[in-house]
């Protein structure tokens, strides 16, 4: 296996620049997850560490090796694509053992890694049939087969379970997951799913129009967005955002003279512009508090989701989540309050601001005033 390092790696298709001096450092075994936006250049960054585009600028080291003028074959590199890219005249086994054919490798060798991956994926009952009598998830474990077949150093997956239905992708997934535990394989997946990218991810790296917005674990993205861009794309439903400005020391005045109680930050002083940030699962229905009117609940079975327009913030849509046994419908009218303990401040620029050391004594509810 192999650590993957890249040095300001940019990318331009003729005047388009696409990626803007990425550095970033995966190490031996590392599952790494690419996340963001259409258009933000996940891909593009995973085809240039596969070697099916050529890196503009910078450098791309594999295992201590630097690979800008190595063609893909040489990278050690095992790569799953969205399509599943099979030879429909081949069986499963003969698409499997394609690629060591190719290689010029010995009949033994070839029976032994086809019929190894093909248990580990729990397809060896499959080896004879051909593609067109295969599911889609069987499909995509085959696809999966021919790149563990080659033995490479790192596999890359570029949104390999975007054409599956949500049953299928959930169990692929999880099959994704042991073969990154069973092989401990580097691994570089690209995918626009949230929920692909908090369960698989050792790490997740955040792109916004082809610049690394921010790398961290699921739950440090979370928890701890950096800027307001990953905090607004990490998280489904994403982060409540209501503008306003610092009022007192604890204290964030927003629209029509409204104020309450927020974390304290250093750097920030009184009358700088922030944005407060609450995730919908920590607002909670309260008898005192932002009053409004619920304008959609979406059931979820075991919470629901209110979507509450605020009297004294026109314009202002909160998100909160509810639990499933609760009874609320569009029209009517309820209070909300947040923990500001789990609250975030971003500064004018977007940038999380750095929170201070709270007291224990120090009030949780986002009272008004």
């Not at 569009?330 to 050391?357: K, M, N, P, W, Y």
Request: with cysteine; aromatic share 6%.
């Amino acid at each position: 296996m192999a650590d993957i390092v890249l040095k300001g790696v940019r990318k331009s298709f003729g005047n388009a620049k696409v990626i803007h001096g990425v550095d970033l450092d995966i190490r031996d075994g590392e599952f790494i997850v690419f996340v963001g936006p259409s258009g933000c250049g996940k891909s593009t960054l995973l085809r240039l560490i596969a070697g099916l585009e050529d890196i503009t600028a910078g450098d791309l080291f594999i295992d201590g090796e630097r690979v800008n003028d190595l063609p893909p074959a040489k990278r050690g590199i095992a790569m799953v694509f969205q399509s599943y890219a099979l030879y429909p005249h081949m069986n499963v086994y003969e698409n499997m053992a394609f690629g060591l054919e190719l290689a010029k490798a010995s009949k033994g060798q070839i029976e032994e890694r086809v019929r190894e991956a093909a248990r580990l994926l729990q397809i060896d009952n499959l080896l004879e049939r051909k593609p067109k009598e295969l599911s889609g998830g069987q499909r995509q474990r085959v696809a999966i087969g021919r790149a563990i077949v080659r033995d490479p150093k790192v596999f890359l997956f570029d949104e390999p379970l975007s054409n599956l239905d949500a049953a299928l992708r959930v169990n692929t997934r999880i099959e994704i997951a042991k073969l990154h535990t069973d092989t401990s394989a580097t691994m570089i997946y690209v995918t626009h799913d949230q929920v692909e990218a908090m369960t698989l991810a050792d790490r997740i790296v955040v792109l916004n129009a082809g610049r690394v917005e921010q790398v961290g674990t699921p739950l440090e993205l979370y928890h701890r967005p950096a800027n307001l861009f990953v905090a607004g794309f990490i998280g489904s439903p994403q982060m409540n955002f209501l503008k306003g400005h610092v009022s007192g020391a604890s204290q964030i005045r927003l629209a029509d003279g409204l104020t309450i109680a927020a974390p304290l930050a250093n750097g920030l002083r009184s009358g700088d512009d922030v944005t407060l940030g609450v995730r919908p699962d920590h607002v909670r229905l309260s008898e005192t508090g932002l009053a409004g009117r619920v304008a959609l609940v979406e059931e979820l079975g075991e919470n629901h989701l209110l979507y509450v327009d605020l009297d004294a913030l026109p314009g202002c849509r909160l998100t909160a989540r509810a639990p499933g046994d609760a009874r609320h419908k569009a029209g009517d009218r309820i209070a909300v309050e947040f923990d500001r303990e789990a609250c975030h401040l971003f500064d004018s620029t977007g940038q999380a601001a750095q929170l201070r050391e709270r007291s224990a004594s120090a009030p949780r509810e986002g009272a008004l005033t």
